[in-house]
């Protein structure tokens, strides 16, 4: 017949073991929530910022200068840091990458420039949309764990439940939570097991504020288009002696 003092322990050894596996089991939980969140963060930051970038660079390469591109940015409503550097609009190795499999619509070899120009700024409208659409979604998914780290902490006091546990059964204190931690240390353990929230998402992706609609800048960016066709560079204006250009190795036309 067990003994009082054995059924004390049998009976601390099973709150412990309830105890640990609530919080290690939400920890769990949480972690594989905020996995999934962090892996959805680097494909919207590859994915969308890619795009964006692309249709950034296709219209500074096009506009060619920095006057030029401060003044398009301010029509635009865009921060003057999005994207650019001066290298951008001299580089030939950026520009085939950018330039690569496009279409371009129009009668003259002006108009071509002057419509592409307004198309990659639509694109740009577009994916800037979709990028602000995206990064809400993370912003909900990281308000979520966050509230579910918050209303878990609520009702699991952490600093109690080891003070509970340190007085429960025998001097180990803490069980299977401590992990062989020496009597002593016990009072840090709070701060080691600790879920940490994970950042807001401004803080991870850049927050990018809607740009001005075409329609709101047609007029002034079709002057922009005009004075960077007088003075682009040769090299650039050949591309739109055709209505596409070059795609190497592929079939179909890229955004």
Request: hydrophobic share 40%.
């Amino acid at each position: 017949m067990p003994t009082p003092k054995s059924l004390d322990e049998t009976m601390a050894n099973e709150m412990k073991q309830e105890i640990a596996g609530r919080y290690f089991g939400f920890r769990k939980l949480i972690e594989g929530d905020k996995l999934d969140l962090a892996q959805k963060i680097r494909e919207y930051s590859f994915i969308l910022q890619k795009r964006i970038s692309f249709d950034l660079i296709r219209i500074y390469i096009l506009l060619g200068n920095e006057a030029r591109i401060s003044e398009f940015l301010k029509l635009a409503g865009l921060s003057e840091k999005l994207f650019y550097d001066p290298y951008l609009t001299e580089s030939p190795t950026i520009a085939a990458r950018v330039f690569e499999c496009q279409r371009f619509r129009g009668f003259t070899k002006a108009g071509r420039f002057q419509d592409y120009i307004f198309d990659c700024y639509e694109k740009l409208v577009f994916h800037i949309g979709l990028y602000r659409q995206k990064i809400a979604e993370l912003e909900a998914e990281q308000g979520a764990i966050a509230e579910e780290i918050r209303l878990f902490y609520q009702q699991n006091d952490l600093n109690a439940i080891l003070g509970f546990l340190k007085h429960l059964g025998d001097e180990q204190m803490t069980g299977a939570m401590q992990g062989g931690m020496e009597v002593g240390f016990a009072e840090g353990l709070a701060d080691k097991l600790k879920i940490e929230v994970p950042l807001p998402i401004e803080q991870v992706l850049p927050v990018i504020e809607p740009p001005t609609p075409l329609k709101g800048i047609h007029h002034s960016l079709k002057k922009l288009a005009k004075e960077a066709y007088q003075q682009q560079r040769p090299e650039i204006l050949a591309m739109f002696d055709y209505n596409s250009t070059p795609c190497p190795g592929r079939d179909t036309l890229i955004d």
